[in-house]
């Protein structure tokens, strides 16, 4: 079955720090991977999202992905990060029957001005 | 961009009554939407899927005696939590693809269930 994990549980950085954050995703065919961010008091928005095609996605706000296939991963960066990046950021795929999204169990970035 | 709303936002219930959470697509049809549970610093998880004309698919290990879910229209779906507990009391999220399935999900806002 297919399935997603974050292996940041929460990650503390100063204003300026850059950020990494990990995702890997289990193998399951054609792969779709996404990054969902969650904004205190706010819902779920996209931050970016691969499909196909060059696999340094760029999505909003600054943020960055790669997908590396021989690693099955899909890491989320950003080479400064502001305080208002302070949020819950969730990493996911399709299940393998392509009828729903996996999200992984999230990772909370705390920035400190 | 598409706009996804929820109703309530926050709702407090006593133990053993029903509650209906509704979810719109405010500028877009969808076919399909799907409800989340979020407890306190956890992910979401997936309890299942709105089809619109047919039944709901529910994921493994969620009643879908207890929670009774009807998409009525191309626009809403409403999620009922029926003879609600204290265990039940969680964040309850809706969102809906503008596109195919495993496409972009936009998330309502969340309802919060408070079962006292």
């Known amino acids: 079955a297919q399935s997603v994990s974050q292996h940041n549980h929460h990650v503390i950085l100063s204003e300026a720090a850059s950020l990494e954050l990990g995702c890997n995703y289990s193998?399951?065919?054609?792969?779709?991977l996404f990054w969902y961010v969650q904004y205190p008091g706010q819902h779920l928005q996209l931050l970016l999202k691969y499909f196909s095609g060059d696999p340094l996605v760029k999505g909003i706000k600054g943020f960055e992905a790669e997908f590396i296939k021989s690693k099955f991963s899909f890491n989320l960066r950003k080479p400064s990060v502001q305080w208002s990046d302070t949020a819950e950021y969730f990493c996911?795929?399709?299940?393998?029957?392509?009828?729903?999204?996996?999200f992984g169990k999230g990772t909370t970035l705390s920035v400190s001005s | 961009g598409a706009v996804v709303s929820q109703h309530p936002s926050w709702v407090i219930c006593k133990s053993g009554t029903s509650v209906k959470i509704e979810c719109r697509s405010l500028?877009?049809?969808?076919?399909?939407m799907f409800w989340y549970r979020q407890f306190p610093k956890q992910s979401l998880m997936l309890m299942a899927t709105s089809n619109e004309g047919s039944k709901a698919t529910y994921e493994q290990g969620v009643e879908k005696d207890k929670f009774l879910i009807n998409h009525a229209s191309l626009t809403l779906s409403t999620l009922t939590v029926t003879s609600a507990h204290p265990e039940d009391s969680s964040f309850y999220i809706c969102?809906?693809?503008?596109?195919?399935?495993?496409?972009?999900?936009?998330f309502g806002p969340g309802t919060r269930l408070t079962v006292l």
């Open positions: 500028d877009f049809q969808a076919t399909t």
């Open positions: 996911a795929v399709p299940n393998q029957a392509g009828t729903a999204l996996i």
């Open positions: 193998y399951g065919g054609t792969v779709n």
């Open positions: 969102s809906a693809p503008l596109a195919g399935i495993t496409d972009t999900q936009y």
